[in-house]
Nanobody, 132 residues
């Protein structure tokens, strides 16, 4: 059974940092398009970071503009864990954060890596609160 479990959320002041973790069971990250999404109260769930392994075992990452230069997605294959390092946090980053897995094609130029509907496996989420 495929399962994703997030952890690492919490409350920080603006400018602070947090590292989220997403532990996977029954899933090989190298065979999926992996995404980090967030959802603030009253708002749609939005993708913020994606990663995938391409030909030659090259690891690719992508970010939405609002988090570029502040967030870093990475994975540790030995621990089967996906990470989201979040620096220079802003109050508008406050949300429930989810990791998700989808078919590898989601991360291709023909897929939609920022759509929640592209992903088939979700974690339960971890709350991030940034105060000003």
């Amino acid at each position: 059974q495929v399962q994703l479990v997030e952890s690492g959320g919490g409350s920080v002041q603006a400018g602070g940092s947090l590292r989220l973790s997403c532990a996977a069971s029954g899933l090989n990250y190298n065979r999926y398009c992996m995404g980090w999404f967030r959802q603030a109260p009253g708002k749609e769930r939005e993708g913020v970071a994606a990663s995938w392994t391409g030909g030659g075992s090259t690891y690719y990452v992508d970010y939405v503009d609002s988090v570029k230069g502040r967030f870093t997605i990475s994975q540790d294959n030995t621990k089967n864990t996906l990470y989201l390092q979040m620096n220079s946090l802003k109050p508008e980053d406050t949300a429930m954060y989810y990791c998700a897995a989808g078919p590898l094609g989601v991360c291709s130029p023909y897929g939609d890596r920022w759509s929640r509907y592209s992903y088939t496996v979700w974690g339960q989420g971890t709350q991030v609160t940034v105060s000003s």
